[in-house]
């Protein structure tokens, strides 16, 4: 009897072996960033020194602003636009040209 159990301890790892034995999953693929990710990227890289409650605060105010939007340009800049493409044109044509172009109408 004894010598039957001291085969079956023996034994026992051999038999336990591929019971336990497991492969490594493999690791996951990288996500690619997502806006968020890259948004608190910059946010820290702006944030700089800043510590505590300034920190904090500057961050919130950051990563709760949208981005910026295209800026619609200002009268003196759609005049000066228009008249860079109005050229050589003169009296009634350069008139009609320039009320099309200011009011961003397609002109004629």
């Known amino acids: ?21 497991q492969t490594a999953a ?7 960033a997502n806006s968020q ?10 944030a700089g020194d800043k510590k ?3 920190r904090k605060a500057f961050m919130k105010d950051c990563l709760s602003s949208k981005p910026a939007a295209a800026a619609k340009p200002t009268q003196q800049e759609k005049m000066k636009t228009c008249n860079a493409q ?14 099309s172009c200011l009011s ?5």
């Open 52 to 54: 505590g409650d300034d």
């Open 26 to 32: 493999p690791a996951p693929a990288p996500k690619a």
């Open 86 to 99: 109005a050229g050589d044109k003169k009296g009634d044509d350069r008139k009609a040209f320039m009320k």
């Open 37 to 46: 990710q890259n948004k608190m990227s910059t946010c820290n890289t702006q």
């Open 1 to 21: 009897m004894k010598k039957a159990f001291a085969a079956l301890l023996l034994a026992s790892p051999l038999l336990a072996s591929p019971v336990f034995a």
């Open 104 to 108: 961003n109408k397609p002109s004629a």
